[in-house]
């Protein structure tokens, strides 16, 4: 018996998904975190048309949020480098099992222009996370937009500084 589950959990070990992540997380873990100051900047002063209404860094968590059009759409970046990749990890993880959706809340995972999305539409109000160049967790807040509307209006250009700072 005590083969038998060593066999098994080896096998889910050796899967495809397995070593995907295992090697996003040796990439990542060997890179430097942008520092507080370089997520700012990088930070886009528009979205969707609406000028930035605020912006801060989360300090020790490689992360920036910010919010547009009084705060009716927000953005969070977290850069999943060094020992922050359990973010990435966790969403690609994540994005091979959504849990099915309920009368409260629909999720929809959904590959969009080569992005990996998934987002959680309820109360007219939608969350979408995405994983940027294997190293950006991106999360996209907007009120009163379902999934699509919300990807048809965002520039995934608008993020284009963190792909730079990525090479």
Same mark, same amino acid.
């Given at each position: 018996?005590?083969s038998v589950n060593s066999e098994v959990s080896k096998e889910k070990k050796d899967t495809p998904l397995n070593s995907e992540l295992e090697k996003l997380k040796e990439t990542l873990i060997n890179k430097t975190p942008l520092?507080?100051?370089?997520?700012?900047?990088?930070?886009?002063?528009?979205?969707?048309?609406?000028?930035?209404?605020?912006?801060?860094?989360?300090?020790?968590?490689?992360?920036?949020?910010?919010?547009?059009?009084?705060?009716?759409?927000?953005?969070?970046?977290? $850069?999943?480098?060094?020992?922050?990749?359990?973010?990435?990890?966790?969403?690609?993880?994540?994005?091979?099992?959504?849990?099915?959706?309920?009368?409260?809340?629909?999720?929809?995972?959904?590959?969009? $222009?080569?992005?990996?999305?998934?987002?959680?539409?309820?109360?007219?109000?939608?969350?979408?996370?995405?994983?940027? $160049?294997?190293?950006?967790?991106?999360?996209?807040?907007?009120?009163?937009?379902?999934?699509?509307?919300?990807?048809?209006?965002?520039?995934?250009?608008?993020?284009?500084?963190?792909?730079?700072?990525?090479?």
């Amino acid at each position: 018996m005590k083969s038998v589950n060593s066999e098994v959990s080896k096998e889910k070990k050796d899967t495809p998904l397995n070593s995907e992540l295992e090697k996003l997380k040796e990439t990542l873990i060997n890179k430097t975190p942008l520092t507080d100051e370089q997520l700012l900047r990088a930070f886009p002063k528009e979205l969707m048309g609406f000028p930035l209404d605020k912006v801060n860094a989360i300090p020790g968590m490689s992360q920036v949020y910010g919010q547009f059009n009084n705060g009716k759409i927000a953005l969070s970046i977290v $850069d999943a480098a060094g020992n922050k990749n359990s973010a990435a990890i966790t969403f690609l993880s994540f994005y091979e099992y959504v849990p099915p959706s309920n009368e409260k809340s629909k999720l929809i995972k959904i590959e969009r $222009d080569g992005f990996k999305t998934i987002s959680d539409f309820k109360y007219n109000e939608t969350e979408m996370k995405l994983l940027l $160049d294997n190293r950006f967790m991106v999360n996209l807040r907007a009120k009163v937009m379902t999934p699509d509307e919300l990807w048809e209006a965002f520039d995934i250009e608008s993020l284009k500084e963190y792909r730079e700072l990525n090479r």
